[in-house]
């Protein structure tokens, strides 16, 4: 298991080209913490930060790109592991406060109609699953590569709280899907 808590790493980087200022770019991330487990039942890893600002600006670029990130909590849980029945692998992600520059929004929206409001984007899914060989056994999944076989089979998708909220407008729904 590993876990890791920061406080607000920062980065301002000016980018050349043969001696030439060409552009620059920064960050601000504000306080993350994560959790990554990784044992016989497969691979956790939970991760949540504060607030990102990030910017970059430059000759190659038509205008500035500016964007801020209120915060973001993520988890991915997955067997690796073979297993003789259907097991599940979990993903869960929130994106909270998506706030564009005004450069971005100049581009995708230049009369200005949609409204500025922060941005969201939230889900949390389950997805059923056959493993079909041990996903660390490098040997077995390059045999399975050569015969056409996949590691892995899909066989459903549940997918829960899922909200878009952008430009206006909201999304929300839940999906229930089964593969053959």
Same mark, same amino acid.
Do not use: H
């Given at each position: 298991?590993?876990?890791?808590?920061?406080?607000?790493?920062?980065?301002?980087?000016?980018?050349?080209?043969?001696?030439?200022?060409? #552009?620059?770019?920064?960050? /601000?991330?504000? =306080?993350? !913490? &994560? +959790?990554?487990?990784?044992?016989?039942?497969? %691979? @956790?890893?939970?991760?949540?930060?504060?607030?990102?600002?990030?910017?970059?600006?430059?000759?190659?670029?038509?205008?500035?790109?500016?964007?801020?990130?209120?915060?973001?909590?993520?988890?991915?849980?997955?067997?690796?592991?073979?297993?003789?029945?259907?097991?599940?692998?979990?993903?869960?992600?929130?994106?909270?406060?998506?706030?564009?520059?005004?450069?971005?929004?100049?581009?995708?929206?230049?009369? #200005?109609?949609?409204?500025? /409001?922060?941005? =969201?984007? !939230? &889900? +949390?899914?389950?997805?059923?699953?056959?493993? %079909? @060989?041990?996903?660390?056994?490098?040997?077995?999944?390059?045999?399975?590569?050569?015969?056409?076989?996949?590691?892995?089979?899909?066989?459903?998708?549940?997918?829960?709280?899922?909200?878009?909220?952008?430009?206006?407008?909201?999304?929300?729904?839940?999906?229930?899907?089964?593969?053959?």
């Amino acid at each position: 298991a590993l876990t890791s808590n920061s406080e607000s790493p920062r980065a301002e980087t000016n980018i050349t080209v043969n001696g030439e200022a060409i #552009g620059t770019q920064s960050y /601000e991330l504000g =306080a993350q !913490a &994560f +959790d990554l487990r990784f044992d016989e039942a497969g %691979l @956790v890893l939970d991760g949540a930060f504060d607030g990102l600002d990030f910017a970059m600006t430059g000759k190659m670029l038509p205008v500035p790109m500016m964007f801020g990130l209120a915060g973001m909590e993520g988890r991915l849980a997955a067997p690796v592991n073979r297993t003789e029945e259907t097991g599940e692998a979990e993903l869960a992600l929130t994106l909270d406060g998506l706030e564009l520059g005004e450069g971005i929004w100049a581009t995708l929206d230049p009369g #200005g109609a949609l409204p500025r /409001e922060p941005a =969201a984007l !939230a &889900f +949390d899914a389950t997805v059923a699953l056959d493993v %079909l @060989v041990d996903l660390l056994d490098i040997e077995a999944l390059v045999a399975m590569g050569q015969s056409g076989d996949d590691p892995v089979r899909v066989q459903g998708l549940d997918l829960r709280n899922l909200l878009v909220k952008a430009a206006g407008a909201r999304l929300t729904g839940d999906a229930d899907v089964a593969f053959d």
